[in-house]
């Protein structure tokens, strides 16, 4: 369905500009945006894709992945089509690149009522890019919350600020993929600016009551560097050093042919990691997972793939040492 869209302007020779995220896309009549779902119709921009969701399913939570924001439930997850990014190591290429794959239309009332009928924290706005997605998630977040769910987003973080700061009225959690620290990387490769994504995790990280973890897939020959782990977590660090931080392992998959992350990249690029940070785990890997109180050493949540048993933990304390840990939930 079409709406007309927030955060635009007209321009007089009949183009308008989009002011959503961080590409600022001047677009011509009847044309749409980078990211393909945000289309100029007589001079006003529409988003294409209000309640056209092209995925949906029940996840545990570990699965976005967020550790710390209610161990060991579900919730309600859903998807669409179209990316503000073109990254050619797209996991999800097959919706993210294509805006055409069919989709269903759910209202935001009938997407919070069947949140809300099931067993489910609330909804998760994942698979492909939540922020182009803008008018619908915010109708959906505002009616979750009146609801008493949770909103999680998990997003590449491109985002201008003032659409962001709307947003974040609403959030609950974020996991952001922080694809590394090279800006040609960024340019090149992915298709945005890093500094767009980190203004957003400086911004969200200034919310205590709003979760945010941060992932990195480690694609060999790209973003594995010792150098540019210690550059990265210099950066989380100077924020606070217990969001938690995934690495997650890289398979070979739409434009991209790189080899798959060796587990011993993972290992060490966490040494790096844990040198600055708390809570570094590692993705897409199978063994254990578990979060561990930076006081005591007790363990908090055991997980096991997306199997969890809450441990040494309660209401955001280690239950061993009486230290806080940052867990909601
Ligand atoms: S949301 Fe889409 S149309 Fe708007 S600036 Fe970003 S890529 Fe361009």
């Given amino acids: ?56 399913a029940m996840d545990p939570i570990e699965k976005k992945p967020l550790y710390h924001f209610f161990p060991g439930n ?74 008493g769910l949770k909103n999680v987003f998990v997003s590449n973080g491109y985002i201008n600020p003032e659409p962001l700061g709307e947003l974040l009225l609403f959030a609950d959690a974020f996991n952001i993929d922080l694809k590394g620290m090279n800006t040609e990387f960024y340019r090149k490769v992915v298709g945005g600016k890093l500094q767009g994504v980190l203004d957003t995790i ?25 150098a540019e782990m210690e550059e990265l977590t210099d950066f989380l660090s100077s924020l606070r050093v217990d969001i938690p931080y ?29 040198k600055k940070m708390r809570y570094v785990y590692l993705g897409n890997v199978s063994g254990p997972t578990n979060t561990v109180c930076h006081n005591c050493g007790a363990v908090l949540v055991e997980r096991h793939s997306y199997s969890v048993r809450i441990g040494k933990y309660s209401r955001g304390t280690c239950e061993n040492c009486g230290t806080r840990v940052p867990i909601i939930g």
């Fill in 1 to 56: 369905m079409e709406r007309e869209a927030s955060f635009y302007e007209k321009r007089d020779d009949g183009r308008v500009q989009c002011r959503l995220c961080p590409h600022n896309c001047i677009i011509a009549e009847g044309k749409t945006g980078i990211c393909r779902v945000r289309v100029n119709r007589g001079n006003v921009l529409y988003t294409a894709i209000y309640g056209e969701v092209s995925s949906v």
């Fill in 74 to 147: 579900s919730i309600l997850s859903i998807g669409t089509v179209g990316c503000s990014f073109r990254c050619k190591f797209c996991q999800n290429y097959s919706t993210s690149q294509n805006p055409e794959h069919p989709t269903q239309y759910y209202s935001p009332e009938e997407l919070v009522s069947v949140a809300g009928s099931r067993d489910s924290i609330g909804i998760a706005y994942t698979y492909t890019e939540p922020l182009i997605w803008y008018e619908y998630v915010l109708d959906c977040c505002k009616l979750a919350h009146k609801a």
């Fill in 202 to 226: 400086s911004e969200i990280s200034k919310h205590p009551k709003i979760l945010l973890e941060v992932t990195t897939l480690v694609i060999p020959g790209y973003n594995d560097s010792d």
């Fill in 246 to 274: 995934h690495l997650s392992a890289y398979f070979p998959i739409y434009q991209f042919t790189a080899p798959a992350t060796p587990f011993r990249t993972l290992e060490r690029l966490q040494e790096v990691a844990l």
